[in-house]
């Protein structure tokens, strides 16, 4: 019996940490969430409520609480969190740079791959609310209305930034993972630390990169207890919110005439991605269009295999064929 529940739980690490790779991915792309990867993905309320636990076992450990903090550290999911963090941190950290460059040679194409990503998770949201009113009509206009002007502000890039504003990138950035629908990098574009926490990650800054986590670990505990307690008491209004979030995000990823908003070669200038317009030749068009589809149909292939996978794990619960965890002897 031991080792079918080995494999198990190696097939779900497995599972976990490309997830996690999905998320990471999508954090590293200006205009892209990682929240909003891991609400597709069907373990956006697990990562709420698991870092909510571990923000809590934090503050037993500040209060001295030590036999609570060891208590409360037995109820996190270990196997779910390690590997999909793993995921998260590599992706960021290998394809950063990778993904930087795709972003400043093909901004159009890459901006039409996560337009079709990003479109198609706010009709999965859609879905996932129970019941529509007029409120939740108005909220997700209102949010979308408001996100959609606010990203045509933008900014400069800092030049040589200090800690302080490494610590401060950190307290913004995080919200990407709390929040769908907001992309923590396009919110570092739009103040100027995008280009610093790149080149911060391909030369292994260790300090900068520390006060850039200290203030993301700052931000995730007050967010993310913040987020478990909205969506435990008005579930519905705010995945409303959040697909008005999403919709108004879409204009980062509108591919013409700049694309995604990217850091060009050219005295570190800063490539505004939130300009609407028109393509002006048919591969403009054509390209975008194609990486749009392509993304659309991926986002909607990983939703059938995790539904049909939830579906089969539950009837084979249903039987007494399937047990989470190993049956008591």
Known sequence: MTEPNDRKLLAKSCAHFFRGLFMG???AVPGVSGGTIALLLGIYHRLIENIGIFVTCCGYLVRREFR???LKLGTVEWSFLIPLFIGIFLAFGVLAHFIEDLLENYPQPMAGLFFGLVAVSVITGIKMIQAWNYMRYGCTALVGGVTF???SLGSGQIQDPTLVH???GGIIAISAMVLPGISGSFLLLMIGMYAPLIQTVNDKHLLKLLVFGAGAILSLGFSSKAI???LKHHRDTVLACLIGLMLGSLRVLWPWPNG????SEIDDEVVKGTTLGW???FSDFFWPLCLASAGFILVLSILFF???KQNTLKALSSKGEVHEYPPPR
Do not use: H, K
Request: aromatic residues 12%.
């Open 279 to 281: 393509p002006d030749s």
């Open 306 to 308: 995790e539904q049909r």
């Open 228 to 230: 478990e307690w909205l």
């Open 25 to 27: 991915l999508a954090d």
């Open 260 to 263: 995604v908003g990217v850091i």
């Open 149 to 151: 002007v606010l990203l």
């Open 68 to 70: 609570s903090c060891r």
């Open 166 to 168: 490494f610590f401060v």
